[in-house]
């Protein structure tokens, strides 16, 4: 289909360090990702540190948490979450760095709060 597909980049043991979401035949994909491809990657590697993806919802960040050794997650899309998003994202302590593309400074704010250890970084910050 025009939806994802994930890489994951390997340590020498085999694990996932890395794993990047991108469109399998077009860019950007038609779809959203979806929880079922977030899921299939949660299942296969839940040892990930390091996620890109484009955009998330409220579903997609629920999950997020499950990726227990999660350090760095970077979306290159936008976080349109609300605060039921925001509460799973927060529940992620071993975050670090948080990079998106676009976030409400509301959302950017909560988040900052909630993971005072992560460095957060947004090109756009806006009202809405």
């Known amino acids: 289909d025009d939806g994802w597909g994930a890489v994951a980049l390997l340590d020498a043991e085999?694990?996932?360090?890395s794993v990047v979401f991108m469109g399998k035949m077009k860019w950007p994909?038609?779809?959203a990702l979806t929880v079922d491809d977030l899921r299939q990657v949660a299942d296969k590697f839940p040892e990930t540190r390091i996620l890109y993806w484009g955009?998330?919802?409220d579903?997609?960040?629920?999950?997020?948490?499950?990726?227990?050794?999660l350090t760095d997650l970077i979306c290159a899309g936008s976080l349109k979450v609300t605060d039921r998003g925001l509460k799973a994202i927060g529940r992620m302590p071993a975050l670090k760095l948080l990079s998106v593309y676009e976030i409400r400074?509301?959302?950017?704010?909560?988040?900052?709060?909630?993971?005072?250890?992560c460095e957060i970084r947004a090109e756009i910050v806006s009202e809405e």
């Open 29 to 31: 994909p038609k779809r």
């Open 55 to 57: 955009s998330a919802d």
């Open 105 to 117: 400074a509301a959302d950017l704010a909560a988040l900052q709060q909630a993971l005072p250890e």
């Open 59 to 69: 579903d997609v960040a629920e999950i997020l948490p499950e990726f227990e050794n």
């Open 14 to 17: 085999g694990r996932a360090d």
